[in-house]
């Protein structure tokens, strides 16, 4: 996913692509065990939605920061 991310941000330079994980949150996939709320683990990937144009692209995020690949 990480790859496919710099992939596309390449491919499509006009738009904005990034990944993001969102921390442990509790939802089915976790079987509720995560350290986050549903609106916790919510707010980092619609921040990243919610860039306006021109925006940071290609990168991956760890909740709201920037992180390695
Ligand atoms: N939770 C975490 O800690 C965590 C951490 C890192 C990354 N993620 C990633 O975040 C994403 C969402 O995870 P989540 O925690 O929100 O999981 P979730 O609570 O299990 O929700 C998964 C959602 O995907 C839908 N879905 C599953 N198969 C589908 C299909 N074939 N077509 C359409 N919709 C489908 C489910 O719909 P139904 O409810 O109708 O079945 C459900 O709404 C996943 O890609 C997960 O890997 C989650």
């Given at each position: 996913m990480?790859?496919?991310?710099?992939?596309?941000a390449?491919?499509?330079?006009?738009?904005?692509?990034?990944?993001?994980?969102?921390?442990?949150?509790?939802?089915?996939?976790?079987?509720?065990?995560?350290?986050?709320?549903?609106?916790?683990?919510?707010?980092?990937?619609?921040r990243?939605?919610?860039?306006?144009?021109?925006?940071?692209?290609?990168?991956?995020?760890i909740?709201?920061?920037?992180?390695?690949?």
């Amino acid at each position: 996913m990480n790859a496919y991310t710099r992939i596309l941000a390449k491919k499509y330079p006009t738009f904005c692509i990034n990944s993001v994980c969102p921390g442990y949150v509790k939802t089915d996939i976790t079987a509720n065990t995560g350290f986050l709320t549903v609106e916790e683990g919510a707010a980092s990937p619609v921040r990243l939605a919610l860039l306006p144009n021109g925006s940071p692209s290609g990168l991956f995020y760890i909740r709201t920061d920037v992180a390695s690949f």
